[in-house]
């Protein structure tokens, strides 16, 4: 009965979402070292070493968090938007939400400022949800 129930449905499609677009994050997350290779003596993953040497980073060090964050929110919106039995736009939102609370946490924890953080707010993820909802919808 419950998966008939459309907030129940919903509930769970943003968790499912939400589980899978952060495990797409973190996938890139994990390889972009390897893309771009990041500033001697930065320690990936660390984020106390990531804080540290923020200041080294240039605008090439910022693509992969970027499509990170917005790759992530596209996907798990597709999935909510997929998954929910009906206000599609309203779970493709919340995924965004969740995704933005997260990138301001760490854009915080980081002490990221000035461009690399407002592209990061304003085009990764209330966008990329958006996108998320048209694609699912299809």
């Known amino acids: 009965w419950c998966m008939k129930n459309p907030i129940v449905?919903?509930?769970?499609?943003?968790?499912?979402?939400?589980l899978v677009g952060s495990a797409v994050n973190?996938?890139?997350?994990?390889?972009?070292?390897?893309v771009i290779a990041l500033?001697?003596?930065?320690?990936?993953?660390?984020?106390e070493s990531l804080k540290e040497n923020i200041?080294?980073?240039?605008?090439k060090h910022y693509i992969m968090p970027f499509l990170a964050h917005?790759?992530?929110?596209?996907?798990?919106?597709i999935v909510a938007v997929k998954l929910g039995l009906s206000k599609h736009l309203l779970l493709a939102m919340i995924i965004g939400v969740l995704f933005f609370i997260g990138g301001?946490?760490?854009?915080?924890?980081?002490?990221?400022t000035g461009t690399?953080?407002?592209?990061?707010?304003?085009?990764?993820y209330f966008p990329f949800a958006f996108f998320g909802y048209k694609i699912g919808k299809n």
């Not at 917005?70 to 919106?77: D, I, M, Q």
């Not at 301001?104 to 990221?112: K, T």
């Not at 690399?116 to 990764?124: C, E």
């Open 9 to 18: 449905r919903g509930i769970l499609a943003v968790i499912a979402g939400w």
């Open 26 to 34: 973190m996938g890139i997350i994990m390889i972009s070292g390897a």
């Open 70 to 77: 917005a790759l992530g929110t596209l996907v798990g919106a």
């Open 116 to 124: 690399p953080y407002w592209v990061d707010i304003l085009l990764a």
């Open 39 to 47: 500033p001697e003596g930065v320690i990936a993953g660390d984020m």
């Open 104 to 112: 301001l946490m760490v854009n915080s924890q980081l002490g990221i």
């Open 55 to 59: 200041h080294l980073f240039e605008g």
